[in-house]
């Protein structure tokens, strides 16, 4: 035995299994067993999550660098009813290039054998089978590095460590014209301008929105501005028209704002450094000076480019003027909240659309499954939704009307909106005059966004590699209601007085910041608000009681938690920025969570929640 080793709490690794079965492996499965030798590196998943697509980009270099000792495996674990389709994970793993095998498990069994409650998360397996770290949220991939680090020195020697080839097969190449396209807007020329997300380019193509005039970058992920042919996207999303003709592209996977100009053919940065905003950052500032956040659409509205930045759940805005950015929408805080634009929350801000008249700037909230709206004062407002767990598919008046997972919306002429309803495969529409909710078409694929010409609409079909040309009816299509609420086990509470502990530590050489007064907060609400009697709102202590209601049988708790922590450094040492400046070396943890609850006289009458120490300030959403 090696004494010197790390001595760690090992816990047998339960067997992967998911009814889906195992995808970029070549057809063929895979057990624990199979992978013996080698660090094991599972990643717990769900492709409509923001988050978990932060994760897929940061396990990138990991990946590469240790690709002889290091295995990652994909857990895909849905939270929407369409997610656990197969079909949908397989075409999800090539759309955000998943170099690495997937386990779709749409039953939640592996999940559950794992004991995981949160997307994402990482469970690191070492050489021998045991599990050895789980980490809930993004921005753990540095501290599992240096855990890889360890672990490889300690198996390999005491020669229980297998380096070589691993287990993933890329799958063919398919030859369609576009693949996973996200967004599209017409040029002055009559031409459409499309996000070819997955191959990371531009295409203009001909009015017909079949025939390719060119592509605009390379094809390669990258973040590099020049000519046309020689400029570098990364899995780029939403376009906005300039009143000068140019082109404003959400380049999602740089982070970044960039500017195409058709005339000259020439890409440029008008916002973001290329490094993801994190807690603590900056929400100000020269533009090409402040980190953003998977930026996914934009619009040009009162002289500004507005940004859905769905990463952070806010919308911001680039001022051409005096090249700036700042937060105009959003606490950060993820769910569904409306009220001035500093007060309001979001859920992944995935589509942005200007109103015929200007008044209004609708969103497409991803997560929440709904159409929200701002109004020229910067009030944030919901016209369809009701929060994080409900979705479905059911027309009539808004109050009641459902959507999953919307990404795009299109302002008709008449003040209407047309919705593109992604996961439900269909266009919606919202007419704010009657309040009421239709539906235009179905048996669409996946629809991302839809651009208007003439009496038609040109829908966005992302997961059918195309444009879609279909004409405004005048009627709507009738469809049969479908409600939903996400898969998820609920914990059993006692009624009445609840404990809520968040547990957090400083992470090592770390210590709380008190020197300008409290360095935690904790923010608790629910759904339906009635479920608490009492324990609702904001205060710096991290434990609280909660009174529940008795007459609630069931609900959610929504928790957000934050701490802030400084390197214990007597000689007050700094830290140098990702852009190169110094800091003090302080962090920022935060953590939401949305805990499904039922009421039982057996139920317990503590609820403990692990705030982790990490530098992100990620999320990580319980199902």
């Not at 170099?99 to 050489?127: F, N, S």
């Not at 780029?236 to 100009?261: C, I, K, M, N």
């Not at 360095?519 to 608000?529: F, G, N």
Request: hydrophobic fraction near 40%.
């Amino acid at each position: 035995m090696n004494d010197s080793a790390p001595r760690r709490v090992r816990v047998r690794a339960p067997e992967l299994v998911g009814r889906g079965g195992w995808l970029n492996t070549g057809g063929r499965p895979y057990g624990l067993a199979d992978l013996r030798g080698r660090i094991v590196i599972l990643d717990f998943w769900t492709f409509c999550c923001i988050n978990c697509l932060h994760v897929l980009d940061e396990l990138r270099e990991l990946e590469e660098k240790h690709r002889d000792t290091v295995v990652v495996i994909g857990v895909h674990s849905p939270k929407f009813v369409h997610e656990a389709e197969h079909r949908a994970v397989v075409d999800a793993v090539e759309r955000y290039g998943v170099g690495h095998p997937v386990l779709d498990d749409p039953d939640l069994a592996t999940w559950k054998q794992y004991a995981v409650r949160a997307w994402p998360t990482l469970v690191v397996i070492d050489p021998e089978g045991y599990v050895v770290a789980q980490h809930a949220g993004e921005g753990h991939v540095h501290a599992i590095e240096r855990l890889v680090t360890e672990l490889e020195a300690e198996h390999e020697a005491k020669g229980t460590l297998r380096r070589g080839d691993g287990p993933y097969v890329a799958p063919e190449p398919e030859p369609t014209v576009l693949r996973f396209p996200g967004k599209a807007l017409r040029l002055p020329s009559g031409n459409f301008l499309v996000s070819d997300t997955t191959r990371h380019q531009l295409v203009e193509l001909e009015a017909d929105g079949e025939t390719v005039v060119r592509r605009i970058g390379q094809g390669s992920r990258g973040f590099t501005d020049s000519t046309w042919a020689r400029s570098r996207f990364n899995e780029p999303q939403g376009l906005a028209l300039l009143p000068d003709g140019s082109v404003v592209v959400a380049d999602t996977v740089s982070h970044a704002v960039r500017r195409f100009d058709p005339e000259s053919g020439r890409t440029t940065t008008l916002a973001g450094t290329g490094f993801q905003w994190m807690q603590g950052d900056a929400v100000s500032g020269p533009a090409r000076e402040v980190n953003l956040s998977s930026p996914w659409d934009v619009a040009w509205w009162h002289g500004k480019v507005w940004i859905a930045m769905a990463g952070i759940h806010q919308l911001w805005a680039y001022d051409p003027a005096d090249g700036t950015v700042s937060v105009t929408a959003g606490t950060s805080n993820e769910g569904l909240v409306d009220g001035p634009g500093a007060e309001a929350w979001f859920a992944q801000p995935s589509g942005l659309a200007v109103s015929a008249d200007g008044e209004r700037l609708w969103v497409a909230d991803s997560e929440t499954s709904a159409l929200r709206w701002v109004d020229r004062d910067g009030t944030v407002h919901t016209a369809v939704g009701t929060g994080l767990f409900d979705f479905g598919h059911r027309d009539g008046a808004a109050e009641q009307a459902l959507l999953q997972h919307p990404l795009g919306v299109t302002a008709l002429p008449d003040g209407s909106v047309a919705i593109s309803d992604t996961y439900n495969h269909a266009l919606r529409r919202y007419d704010p005059a009657t309040g009421e909710v239709t539906t235009l078409a179905t048996d669409l694929r996946e629809p991302s966004d839809a651009v208007l010409v003439g009496d038609d609409i040109v829908v966005v079909e992302s997961a059918r590699h195309r444009l879609t040309r279909l004409r405004l009816p005048e009627e709507a299509v009738r469809v049969e209601a479908v409600a939903h609420r996400t898969r998820r086990a609920a914990t059993e509470v006692t009624p009445g007085k609840l404990r809520l502990d968040v547990v957090f530590e400083a992470p090592a050489g770390q210590k709380l910041d008190t020197r300008y007064g409290p360095s935690t907060r904790l923010l608790v609400s629910a759904t339906p608000p009635e479920l608490l009697l009492a324990g609702e709102g904001a205060d710096t202590d991290l434990s609280r009681t909660l009174e529940l209601n008795p007459a609630v049988p069931e609900g959610v708790l929504h928790v957000s938690a934050m701490a802030a922590s400084c390197d214990d450094d007597p000689a007050g040492g700094t830290s140098r920025s990702r852009t190169g400046g110094e800091y003090p070396a302080c962090h920022v943890h935060q953590q939401d969570w949305g805990v499904p609850v039922r009421l039982t006289g057996t139920g317990t009458d503590r609820l403990p929640l692990v705030l982790a120490g990490m530098d992100s300030g990620a999320e990580a959403r319980t199902p």
